[in-house]
């Protein structure tokens, strides 16, 4: 069992010291719209698909 003693002059070492820090590099508009382009297109072409199916199903609907 250990002794805690309350009248040393040792600090205890904070635990998050040794963490990495977080540097803050902002991106410009360019950066930024290369990093989404591939989101946006594939965003762009799963549209186009979805509304020909929808499209296509609604022409060969029959009302009857």
Do not use: C, W
Not at 21 to 34: A, D, I, T, V, Y
Not at 44 to 59: P, Q
């Amino acid at each position: 069992m250990r002794n805690i003693n309350f009248g040393s002059a040792e600090q205890p070492k904070p635990v998050l010291d040794d963490m990495p820090q977080h540097e803050f590099k902002p991106m410009n508009l360019g950066e930024s719209f290369s990093l989404a382009l591939p989101d946006l297109i594939i965003l762009a072409l799963m549209t186009i698909l979805l509304f020909v199916g929808a499209f296509v199903s609604f022409l060969r609907y029959d009302i009857r």
